[in-house]
């Protein structure tokens, strides 16, 4: 154990943010969810969102399009992307946000149009 690094807490003077949530890009395809003994088979919008720092921690990972919550959010192993679900359409030229609980907030600055689906061929 002769190779331990010791490490140091950052000065917060310094803004050094490398544990800060970035939103690199999203994609987003239409899928059809299965049908349930309730409701039948519906059209939605799968979406991946990628970056870096998405944390699996005690905080809670929230992801938005406009005000079109993201459900069955995962995160990937690698904490470099995001997946769920929208089940109801976004307006145009909303945002794509991602919260971490009260400690991190981000947004991607391209806005969301509903020509950027990748539709399923009927």
Do not use: W
């Amino acid at each position: 154990m002769a190779n331990v690094r010791i490490t140091h807490a950052v000065d917060p003077k310094l803004n050094h943010n490398c544990d800060a949530i970035h939103i690199a890009d999203y994609v987003m395809e239409e899928v059809i969810l299965p049908p349930t003994q309730k409701e039948k088979a519906r059209k939605c919008v799968h979406i991946v969102v990628t970056g870096k720092n998405f944390r699996a921690v005690a905080q809670p990972l929230f992801a938005f399009v406009g005000k079109t919550p993201v459900r069955f959010l995962r995160i990937s192993p690698d904490e470099r992307s995001i997946e769920g679900i929208l089940l109801d359409m976004p307006e145009d030229d909303a945002h794509v946000d991602v919260v971490l609980g009260d400690q991190d907030h981000a947004r991607h600055p391209r806005p969301f149009k509903k020509e950027m689906i990748k539709r399923i061929k009927s």
